[in-house]
């Protein structure tokens, strides 16, 4: 039997705040908004969040413009909805998205949180590495922030695909399709450190094709990551929502703040859309004087 329309929501409720990292009150905002939008179905169509299309959601914008809705709110709502389609489309719940081709109202846009490397540096050193789990976690953290993953395909890697020499990952993102990702020395180092020194306590008797694996080799979480990162955020002094989004965020803003061209990041991040990269394109005046200087003729 096929799950419901609210059976299927509260999945994605669960993904934005295990996997998204997203704050108690966001999701109740976005509750809020989805809500809002089931409401207008029921009250306009025969219609439910799983069958809408996209001249339901151009009617719902509408609807809102006509109740003097600020664009700014109005972009939120459709943001919340494209957010809400692409899970239900990544989860193969939709083949595709009603919301995709809908513009947003011209307004201010949000830009993704992310750590500086400082907040980074102060992030790795929270974990206890006289203890296996702890040698684990910056390993996490290391991984996460080394090739921009999603946490799904972090708890997804396999051992078989580290690559230690020259140094690169393969996983397998949305959609499973599969990329390569470099990694740089210092999350080589950690992962040498990690299966070394911890993954064979953690494992005990057990066996895992899991690269980062819990005790008795049980496979990590996407909650279990989630909170650990909370408390190695609280322990490090970040006042920041940080999550394994953010470290994702991160990576994207630090490569392009050091001159890394968009395509390549957009390759490494597994994005299908250059357009997805672009919100990244946020790099400091500091960051752009620094590339100009590196690169343009006349310096």
């Known amino acids: 039997m096929a799950n419901s ?15 998204k990292g997203l704050s108690s009150e966001t999701i109740s905002a976005y509750s809020s908004d989805i809500m809002q939008f089931a409401d207008f179905l029921e009250k306009n169509s025969d219609k439910n969040i799983l069958s809408a299309d996209q001249q339901d959601i151009s009617g719902y914008l509408l609807f809102l413009a006509q109740k003097d809705i600020r664009p700014s709110s109005r972009a939120r709502h459709l943001v919340t909805l494209r957010g809400l389609y692409n899970f239900f489309v990544s989860e193969e719940i939709l083949k595709s998205s009603p919301a995709s081709k809908t513009d947003l109202p011209k307004c201010g846009l949000k830009l993704p949180e992310y750590l500086s490397p400082e907040e980074v540096e102060s992030l790795l050193k929270a974990p206890d590495m006289t203890k296996p789990t702890g040698i684990r976690d910056n390993a996490v953290i290391e991984l996460l922030y080394a090739a921009g993953l999603r946490i799904s395909e972090l708890t997804g890697l396999k051992k078989e695909n580290v690559f230690f020499n020259p140094g690169y990952i393969k996983v397998f993102g949305k959609g499973s399709k599969e990329r390569a990702i470099p990694v740089g020395s ?32 049980k496979p990590l979480t996407r909650q279990g990551i989630w909170k650990q990162l909370k408390i190695y955020a609280k ?45 990244y394109t946020h790099v400091s005046k500091s960051g752009l004087k620094k590339i100009h200087d590196k690169f343009h003729p006349r310096n």
């Open 5 to 19: 329309w609210e059976d299927e929501l509260e999945k994605f409720y669960e993904y934005i705040l295990i996997e």
């Open 186 to 217: 210092f999350a080589i180092d950690a992962l040498n450190n990690y299966l070394e020194f911890a993954r064979g306590r953690l494992l005990k008797t057990k066996s895992s094709p899991n690269m980062f694996v819990g005790q008795g080799g």
């Open 235 to 279: 322990k490090a002094g970040i006042k920041k929502n940080v999550s394994p989004h953010i470290l994702r965020h991160s990576f994207a803003t630090h490569l392009l703040e050091g001159g890394a061209d968009l395509r390549s990041v957009q390759i490494m991040l597994g994005h299908a859309d250059l357009a997805t990269t672009q919100i």
